[in-house]
């Protein structure tokens, strides 16, 4: 069985012209639903995640700000969204399908979360669109809970997951890696525990070569027993920001190379979106929607 993480608060209003392409939340599992890819019984709604789960990851005092709207206009500068107290509900209803998803992949080897990989938010702060780090706090709950004991984040959103890289910089059970744009935002990169940053222009043969030769190395050398897939779709062709030239059939191939290599293995994977900032929206739901179809084919659920 596929599952699948999705609340309709994922889609949540913006201000109009607002860049950020919300509308692919709603989108998604709508494409999904009508090719006949999963049914709706794929599908489940998580509850708001709660507080003692998200301190093992977030300051207290930054979580407060949160839940009480009392960020400042910088601090949601910085985020990219204007506060309020639906904004902070969807983001623990992600976290917590995140974790959901891990307890999904644990069964049946693979669960995705149609939200997510927000890995630009810090312990005590958001930015980049990214308020709570879904991926970190459900790696924190497997530790805590001794459901994993060695991690490996891979991180091929078209941006560092310097957020993420921060947390978990004293901690070897977690293995980050990210496969990024040198010359992209954050324009101050963290370090994480392996990091390729690529040139503007990285063609999709040179992208899927790089990354060919390096997972199963690096999947050896880890031997984890759990991973996330970060599978943001801004390094298309077609991204705004994204500054990377894969095709959307490139797109695939990255989503079916790492779902392989884990498959191989027997590694449970969550998988969560991640970001994509194409004019046409339809090219980001259809490269989101071809890793649903990668994992389903590959895993034979």
Do not use: W
């Amino acid at each position: 069985m596929l599952y699948i993480a999705y609340a309709p608060l994922y889609a949540h209003p913006l201000p109009e012209g607002h860049r950020f392409p919300m509308l692919k939340y709603e989108l998604i599992p709508a494409q999904l639903l009508h090719e006949g890819v999963i049914a709706k019984e794929n599908l489940f709604e998580p509850f708001a995640c709660n507080e003692d789960t998200v301190l093992l990851t977030h300051q207290k005092a930054y979580l407060e700000k949160l839940l009480h709207q009392t960020l400042s206009a910088s601090e949601q500068r910085k985020i990219g969204f204007p506060q309020s107290p639906a904004l902070t509900q969807r983001e623990l209803i992600i976290a917590q399908g995140t974790i959901d998803c891990c307890r999904y992949a644990r069964q049946y080897g693979v669960a995705l979360n149609v939200a997510g990989g927000t890995h630009h938010a810090f312990a005590d702060r958001g930015e980049g669109f990214c308020l709570l780090n879904d991926m970190a706090i459900a790696a924190n709950y497997l530790l805590h809970h001794q459901l994993a004991s060695q991690l490996l984040i891979i991180d091929l959103d078209v941006h560092q997951g310097n957020g993420t890289a921060k947390l978990f910089e004293k901690e070897p059970r977690v293995f980050t890696f990210s496969m990024h744009g040198q010359h992209n935002y954050p324009f101050h990169k963290e370090q994480s525990d392996l990091d390729i940053p690529l040139k503007d222009g990285t063609g999709e043969q040179e992208y899927l070569q790089i990354l060919s030769h390096t997972l199963p190395v690096l999947l050896e050398k880890v031997q984890p027993d759990f991973a996330f897939f970060l599978s943001g779709v801004d390094i298309l062709d077609t991204d705004k920001f994204g500054k990377l030239k894969v095709s959307i059939d490139g797109c695939k191939k990255r989503d079916e190379l790492v779902f392989s290599e884990l498959k191989k293995r027997n590694i449970p994977v969550t998988v969560a979106m991640g970001g994509g900032y194409s004019p046409d929206i339809r090219a980001i739901v259809t490269a989101h929607c071809n890793t649903f179809k990668a994992a389903k084919d590959i895993f034979n659920l």
